[in-house]
Every structure is written in C-alpha cells, then in structure tokens.
C-alpha cells in the first residue's frame, strides 16, 4: 500500500543530543513537508522541499536540519539548538512541486528527558 | 503571517446529532482542505475544495468552499463514536508551498 511512514512513533532525547526522525514515502510525491504540532496550535511548518537535494526553510527552521538525497526520503535533525523541541511532528507529502493535497505520515512523538 | 481561526474550539455533542464547524481566514485561499486526527496519529485528509462556492460531500461529511474565498463550513450528519477527533481546516494557496492550518475543532460524542 502507498503511504507514508514515520519512524519511531515515539522518541526520547536527553538535553544537548541530536536525535534524527526519519520519513519515508511510496507515493512518487514531489515535495515533503516537516511540521511542527503543539496542543492547541495549527501545524507549522519546519522545512519543505520540493526536488532531491533542495530544501527550503519554513517558518521555524532554527534548530532543525533536513536533507533530501532520495526522493522518497526525507529526514529531520533536531539539533541541540532547539531549545524547546518536546512535540509531536508530522511529515506530509504532495504531488507535484505546486501540490495542493497534502498527505501525513503517522507523526512522531518526541520528549525530552 | 496567515492565520486560521476555527469554532467552535471544542464541543461535546450526542450520538446521533449534527455537528457544525467552521473555518475563517484574512486572507484568500485557493484551495481549502478538511483533515481529521485521532489522538497519537498524523491527519487524514476528509474534503478537499477547489473553486469557491463548490459543496463537496464524503459520506456524512459535507463541507463548502465560502464565495468570499475567505472561509470553509464542515458539517458531520448522524454522529457516531469514531466521528471523535480533532478536525482541522487548511487553507491554500494554490503558488507557493505554503499550507495554513486552523488549530482544530476537538469533537466529542456522547453515548
């Protein structure tokens, strides 16, 4: 089945470490989106890229990194800059670089302990 | 930057009534979009609505793309107990890669 897969469902970081959270997509979708969710906020987006090996970004990209080396891969680094990076993060996916449909993974859950 | 309001923030209704939502913007948007999200798990895409004024219905769900182009209504008929959720708008563009997500409309139903 076609999809996108988040990986792991659930992350622990201690303070000052950089923790990787992986996506990956079947769908031959163009561009990836990283968002960011907290209670009671609408998602914000993190980074987006639209071709392999461009990214751009979004409106809270300090702290975090991304490449995209495959298409169908699109992995998210939240460094030790990130100072409050406790939150559940979503990756989504679209056809076509102006795609208006976009489609989530399951979300990773990530803590700080 | 753009913003989304949604409302009602949350509402508890009875199993088996309507419910209505709804999603405003300033700004204009090309393309609104209704997702639903169970706890722990990422957003399914409901109705996605493309031209203003369009009524697009998916079973019991049926949602409008405002004429201003500045809002979009949700409307669930005879809820049942998997319609619990968190229902978000997104509005877009249509140019950039740009998504705007209201912050929800959390739905509980009541046996």
């Known amino acids: 089945d076609g999809g996108i897969t988040q990986s792991p469902k659930y992350l622990f970081r201690k303070e000052g470490q950089n923790v990787t959270l992986s996506c990956e997509q079947n769908l031959n979708h163009d561009a990836m989106y990283w968002y960011r969710q907290d209670p009671g906020q609408g998602l914000r987006l993190i980074y987006y890229?639209?071709?392999?090996?461009?990214?751009q970004k979004g409106d809270i990209a300090e702290g975090y990194s991304v490449s995209r080396e495959k298409k169908e891969s699109f992995p998210l680094t939240v460094t030790s800059a990130q100072k409050n990076p406790t939150a559940f993060y979503l990756c989504?996916?679209?056809?076509?670089?102006?795609?208006?449909?976009?489609?989530f993974g399951q979300g990773t859950r990530l803590t700080v302990v | 930057g753009q913003q989304l309001n949604q409302s009602p923030q949350s509402m508890f209704i009875q199993e088996g009534e309507d419910v209505s939502m709804n999603c405003t913007s300033s700004s204009i948007f090309n393309t609104w979009l209704w997702y639903k999200q169970d706890p722990g798990e990422g957003p399914v895409l409901l109705i996605a609505?493309?031209?203003?004024?369009e009524l697009t219905s998916n079973g019991r769900l049926t949602a409008q793309f405002g004429i201003t182009r500045k809002d979009s209504f949700l409307n669930i008929s005879a809820s049942i107990p998997s319609d619990v959720g968190i229902y978000f708008c997104a509005g877009h563009d249509n140019y950039g890669q740009n998504f705007v997500f209201g912050p929800g409309t959390r739905l509980s139903v009541l046996p």
């Open positions: 890229s639209q071709i392999v090996n461009d990214f």
């Open positions: 609505l493309y031209k203003a004024g």
């Open positions: 989504a996916s679209t056809f076509g670089w102006t795609g208006t449909e976009a489609f």
